[in-house]
């Protein structure tokens, strides 16, 4: 062992609530964006901006600005999606739960909630390629935050349990 290691002077790990701040910040982030070059190369009908057309006035929200602030707030509302699947879901290490998470949350925004965003059709009237295109997006970004929650939840598990002995 290295002089730092019997020194205890290795970095400490993230403790779990900001690993899991983390994972749904840099989640909702990095999937909207994705969500946005999908729309931007017409794979869906639907842009981050639908999430500020029926809250603020305005024609900027259809800009580039909109665009932003959107997928800042999708940011922002993944990280509760995050703290969510680890509070119910985090024991289970496969990643088919954060597959069906990520389809549970599909169905969540396009049959429940769909009625609060006018930029939403209804399911019915969706192209196939937008949902597709959509359920494939809600199916990566579940099994992202569900496999980087487990993952960690999994280790630090392991680790207390070596640390123990």
């Known amino acids: 062992m290295t002089k730092e290691h019997e020194l205890g002077n290795y970095p400490k790990p993230m403790p779990m609530p900001i690993m899991v701040f983390w994972t749904g910040l840099f989640g909702g982030l990095f999937w ?3 969500g946005f070059m999908a729309y931007y190369f017409h794979f869906t009908e639907i842009r981050p901006n639908v999430l500020l057309e ?7 929200k259809f800009g580039w600005q909109g665009t932003l602030v959107s997928i800042l707030i ?3 509302l993944s990280i509760a999606v995050a703290f969510l699947y680890y509070a119910l879901l985090k024991k289970y290490s496969s990643w088919w739960f954060g597959l069906g998470y990520g389809i549970l949350l599909f169905l969540i925004v396009f049959f ?3 009625p609060l965003f006018p ?3 209804p399911i019915a009237d969706l192209s196939r390629n937008t949902i597709i295109s959509s359920v494939c997006l809600f199916s990566i970004y579940g099994i992202f935050i569900g496999y980087s929650i487990s993952y960690e ?3 630090k598990k392991m680790e207390e349990k070596e640390a123990a002995t």
């Open 112 to 114: 429940l909630i769909n």
């Open 54 to 60: 029926p809250w603020l006035l305005g024609k900027w």
């Open 153 to 155: 939840y999994q280790n």
């Open 32 to 34: 909207s964006t994705i």
């Open 74 to 76: 999708l940011g922002i």
């Open 119 to 121: 930029g939403i059709k």
